[in-house]
């Protein structure tokens, strides 16, 4: 594990193998080894050739712990992606975030078109532009003096999640209240590099698939049978994908 400075924030992250660079963009009160490691990710990727980069988003992980909610804007934590990139020289990479990781993938590519060389959006497809809603729920339960208080049932999963990757979660509610801006269909519909949509079939979260393929020209869609928003990340299938993806945008083996 190694970190770095970005504008003021210490970002933890990690290096595996070598090839084409892939940077990886965990969820919500997920970190780099809950959400690519120990799925499995990193092994495909590395074997795949790729050289796999993922960092711990503010908040999360072994990063810098903030308690300001100003402080968590899905482009701030873009921001601390392509201060990674350049902090390890990278001039483009293959992106790939999960849930939150996706709509701040999405605010990289928009912002820095030229630093992302194919983006994949997975956990998170039509409800990047409707909105998910439960930010405040989310944000009281992980709150909450304990488990026992909290009854609201999706936000009672985040807490349950939160204590189980041992996370702040003082700095998670701070994070919850800010990150999940909607974004804008002609924002989307302005991305130029190849992109795939990837979700669950039974995933609320992250919303229909083809309501975002639809948006963006020329993206690719997969959806998982009968996965939902928790299980879809380690998916076989997903992996699959991602790799059959990136070898046709022409960075890995033929």
Request: net charge neutral.
């Amino acid at each position: 594990m190694q970190k770095f400075n970005s504008a003021g924030v210490e970002i933890a992250y990690e290096v595996w193998g070598q090839g084409p660079p892939i940077l990886l963009i965990h969820g919500f009160a997920s970190n780099r080894f809950v959400n690519w490691r120990d799925t499995g990710w990193v092994k495909v990727l590395t074997e795949a050739g790729y050289q796999v980069i993922a960092l711990d988003n503010r908040g999360h992980g072994e990063s810098e712990k903030l308690y300001d909610s100003a402080q968590y804007s899905a482009p701030m934590m873009a921001d601390d992606a392509r201060r990674l990139l350049d902090h390890l020289g990278i001039a483009h990479a293959a992106v790939m975030g999960y849930s939150m990781g996706a709509r701040i993938t999405a605010f990289l590519t928009m912002q820095h078109p030229e630093r992302v060389r194919c983006a994949i959006f997975a956990g998170l497809a039509s409800r990047m532009i409707t909105g998910v809603g439960g930010a405040e729920e989310i944000g009281l339960a992980l709150e909450a003096e304990s488990l026992a208080e909290v009854t609201d049932r999706d936000a009672r999963g985040f807490r349950i999640f939160a204590d189980s990757t041992k996370s702040d979660r003082r700095a998670l509610a701070s994070c919850i209240r800010s990150s999940r801006v909607k974004i804008k269909e002609e924002a989307l519909a302005a991305i130029k590099v190849p992109v795939l949509v990837v979700a669950g079939e039974l995933d609320e979260v992250a919303g229909n698939v083809e309501g975002l393929t639809s948006i963006i020209p020329g993206s690719q869609g997969v959806v998982l049978p009968k996965r939902n928003h928790m299980n879809a990340v380690g998916d076989s299938g997903y992996k699959a994908a991602v790799v059959v993806f990136l070898n046709a945008v022409g960075l890995g083996k033929a």
